[in-house]
């Protein structure tokens, strides 16, 4: 979604960064401490799960829990980001 904010602020196509936060920067979009947080950490699991060669024993083995943890908060997240499009 942070990447048609750009495209739609540009007219061209998004950068590809793997960096939530990075993203939001050049959306211009502004955002609290805790969505900084939350896109932080999805950041994260996406570059784990994009590029396998930097993830490590431990993230390979996300539990249900964790898996569901990041679900919950990425819902508000994806309704903040709706509301700008």
Avoid: F
């Avoid at 955002?31 to 950490?41: G, P, V, Y």
């Avoid at 999805?42 to 799960?49: D, N, Q």
């Amino acid at each position: 979604m942070l990447k048609e904010i750009i495209a739609n602020q540009t007219r061209k196509l998004p950068p590809c960064l793997p960096d939530l936060v990075e993203l939001a920067d050049r959306a211009g979009v502004e955002r609290n401490e805790k969505q900084d947080e939350i896109l932080r950490s999805l950041s994260e699991c996406y570059k784990k799960t994009q590029y396998p060669d930097i993830m490590d024993a431990t993230s390979r083995g996300i539990s249900a829990k964790i898996a569901r943890d990041y679900l919950h908060q990425t819902e508000p997240i994806i309704q903040w980001l709706l509301s700008m499009t």
